[in-house]
């Protein structure tokens, strides 16, 4: 039975959760982008699928009947210091819904004017981080990532002033929820217990319903968020993907890739790695990512401690415990990707080393990240092969190869095989931040979204490649090479 279903569950908590609010209406939206795809699984109704009726929706201009608009209340921990008060400034949830196999999703505007908790800020936002959120969240999507998606794109008519005026737009985005971290940190820093524990009550009845029925239902939440957050950080970093901004505020519940603002996929391979221009000490850089995600965790556990225990020194240890295994699980997720990106199907201890000194080679020969792996499938049998191009140090990679492909004839496995299923883990295209940057250009100079349309269509399906895009494999040249991504605030 095709019916849209709608909940308004966070709505129904009332404050301080979450203060109604409608979208400010824009002058003369235009359709930029629509996911037919999501809709069909979100059931909503056809007559707003790139009609005039959805652009009416997605721009803000009209509330429909079956939404409940809403800015959600949370604080956050920005690069280290914590803000009580943060909160939707320039995202409304419109409702939630429910799609045919049971599984609950919010869909919210980005950039429809001010909330109750803009601050300073104007509650709009860029063309160019719109288009940026669109494409990498659904190139996430198909590479497998945990992520919100993409449901419509927007141009709003109007102007947003930032270091020069750019173009409006609105992204509709889809998440299975948009709880953070911070959520918790506001309840938390107001000392409402009995909120917070409503709060977590409703967190996990809705994304974590198995813990109720645990000996302590908000120590098994705890657990489980680790979890989620350990595979995802693993994700990221066997992508080569930089989220930018891993302050608490923008680190779910859910465990899925949320907020996408200076984020990337790395070129060349560089442990340090930053792109975004505001971290200037390299805070989240690549590989301080997982270190951050447990930072960012043991600010959920504190502010959890109240429902814990009722004394709080066995409160400090029950959320230790938890926490001390966020280190193991993330490792054992990161070996078990790596292994598969080069051809290892039961890894075992020693294969870190195998893949650490593959990273020091990258690294040391700057190697391009996403094409070594996806040309290692290339170099089993023959190390002269594939790979082998990006490295200068030619002897460090033929002794690296040796020993790898030793490992792989341990496996008895056909060659051939193992190469098609490192082809299938490899992602032959990414969302390069030249090619992302160079889309974002061409439709805000000249209002054209052929590139931007060409590369969503190619990271749909990012193992294959076809030959009319066989650019977007390839790392930027010199003069193509983009240092910063933006914040789009
Ligand atoms: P972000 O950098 O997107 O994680 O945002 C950090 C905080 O600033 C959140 O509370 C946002 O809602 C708020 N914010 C970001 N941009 C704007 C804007 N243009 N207007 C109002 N609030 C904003
Ligand atoms: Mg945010």
Not at 271 to 288: E, K, L
């Amino acid at each position: 039975m095709n019916s849209f279903s709608i909940r308004h569950s966070l709505a129904a908590l009332g404050a301080p959760f979450s203060q109604p609010c409608n979208p400010t209406p824009v002058s003369a939206p235009q359709w930029l982008a629509f996911n037919t795809e999501l809709a069909a699984e979100l059931r909503l109704p056809q007559q707003y699928w790139h009609s005039d009726e959805g652009l009416a929706v997605f721009s803000g201009n009209t509330v429909p009947d079956w939404a409940c608009p809403l800015a959600h209340a949370y604080a956050g921990h920005q690069f280290g210091n914590f803000v009580p008060q943060l909160g939707d400034g320039r995202a409304l949830l419109l409702a939630e819904v429910l799609t045919a196999n049971n599984q609950h999703f919010d869909i919210q505007l980005k950039g429809a004017g001010q909330t109750p908790f803009s601050r300073r800020g104007d509650g709009r936002a860029p063309l160019g981080p719109v288009l940026r959120e669109y494409l990498v969240s659904e190139a996430m999507y198909a590479l497998g990532v945990p992520t919100t998606r993409a449901l419509a794109a927007v141009l709003t008519g109007d102007w947003v002033q930032r270091e020069t005026a750019e173009p409006g737009a609105v992204l509709t985005r889809v998440a299975s929820s948009h709880i953070r971290i911070g959520s918790f940190q506001y309840l938390a820093a107001r000392g409402d217990h009995a909120r917070l524990k409503t709060f977590a009550d409703y967190v996990i009845n809705r994304h974590y319903p198995a813990c109720a029925s645990e000996a302590n239902p908000y120590l098994a939440l705890l657990a489980a968020v680790v979890a989620a957050q350990a595979k995802l950080i693993a994700k990221w970093m066997s992508l080569g993907f930089i989220h930018g901004v891993m302050n608490t505020d923008n680190m779910s519940i859910a465990g899925e890739t949320i907020d996408y603002g200076p984020c990337a996929f790395m070129d060349s391979f560089n442990p340090a790695q930053v792109y975004s221009f505001i971290d200037t000490q390299g805070r989240y850089a690549w590989g301080n990512q997982p270190r951050i995600a447990s930072w960012n965790l043991t600010r959920f556990a504190e502010s959890l401690l109240p429902l814990l225990s009722v004394q709080p020194e066995q409160a400090v240890e029950l959320a230790t415990a938890v926490l001390q295994g966020f280190n193991g699980q993330n490792e054992a997720e990161f070996l078990q990707l790596m292994s598969a990106k080069i051809g290892i199907v039961n890894p075992v201890a020693t294969d870190e080393l195998l893949i650490r000194d593959l990273l020091n080679l990258m690294s040391a020969n700057t190697a391009d990240f996403s094409q070594c792996f996806r040309l290692l499938s290339r170099s089993v049998s023959n190390s002269s092969a594939g790979a082998a191009e990006l490295f200068a140090d030619k002897q460090g990679w033929a002794n690296w190869a040796a020993r790898w492909q030793q490992r792989l004839a341990e496996q008895s496995i056909d060659l051939i095989q193992i190469s098609q299923q490192m082809d299938n883990t490899n992602p032959a295209v990414i969302a390069r931040n030249h090619l992302v940057a160079a889309a974002i250009a061409q439709a805000t100079e000249q209002a054209d979204l052929t590139l931007f349309n060409r590369l969503h269509q190619a990271l749909a399906t990012p193992y294959s490649l076809s030959d009319d895009n066989a650019d977007f494999a390839l790392p930027p040249k010199p003069q193509q090479l983009v240092k910063n991504t933006f914040c789009g605030t």
